[in-house]
């Protein structure tokens, strides 16, 4: 996904991800969990649309998401779903941040 670029369509609803915000992609890269030169070759998401990863975001800005199921955070352990928690907002505010700023996530290491 890349703002000048098209074509990179959400393999769960279908629709363009069109904003870094909205990249599962890009956010699985600020949390060092996918490899740049692997982003090309991988398929792209909406955050929302991964609801188990999603639902660990919690942000004013960010509507809450639920992953009913056996993923549902509701259900697992409160000191892990803690930690999730906070390091998947904070990787998605990095995100935030970077779009703001106008540079490229890859220039800017998680704060
Ligand atoms: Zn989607």
Redesign the pocket.
Known sequence: MARCDQGYL?E??G?EVEEIVDSDLYLAFVLGEVRAEWLLDKPE??IR?NAERAQYVIDPEFPPVECPGFFDKRLLDAGYVAEEEARVTRAWRHLVAVARRGGSVFDSPLI
């Open positions: 959400c769960v609803c629709g998401r909406h649309c």
